[in-house]
């Protein structure tokens, strides 16, 4: 099939600082905006640009009243330094009836959107990875 994600739409009250937090958090670009919506995307020329989805942030009247049904897991090399980097930028921890045993932690950005920071892979899971 010749067909691809071309982006995570998302609701915002305010779309601009929603992209400017994401754009932070991930390190990728806010490439359009507008008053009612504004797009990041993956760094030009990155292996991501043109691979991972866009995330577009599109104006809401509503606050998220509900856990979200899609979140975002990122993985990054320093849980904890990342963990700390993103509460910096604006997101707040949050607990969402995870374990308290979980390798993940969850946060919420600024308009309460839950995503989790994951634990790095070991050796041997990114053996396993890059083997496939």
Not at 18 to 41: D, I, K, M, P
Not at 109 to 118: A, R, S
């Amino acid at each position: 099939m010749d067909i691809r994600i071309q982006c995570l739409v998302i609701d915002a009250l305010d779309p601009a600082a929603q992209a400017r937090f994401w754009a932070a958090a991930l390190g990728w670009r806010v490439t359009y905006e507008n008053e009612n919506e504004s797009v990041v995307e993956p760094p030009a020329g990155s292996a991501e640009e043109n691979v991972a989805p866009d995330l577009l942030f599109v104006s809401s009247v509503e606050p998220k009243g509900h856990k979200n049904r899609l979140h975002l897991d990122l993985r990054p090399l320093d849980q904890q330094a990342e963990v700390d980097r993103l509460v910096e930028l604006g997101a707040r921890p949050i607990d969402i009836g995870q374990p308290p045993t979980a390798s993940w932690v969850v946060l919420a950005d600024p308009e309460g959107n839950e995503f989790c920071v994951l634990r790095p892979l070991t050796p041997e899971e990114l053996a396993d990875v890059t083997s496939e």
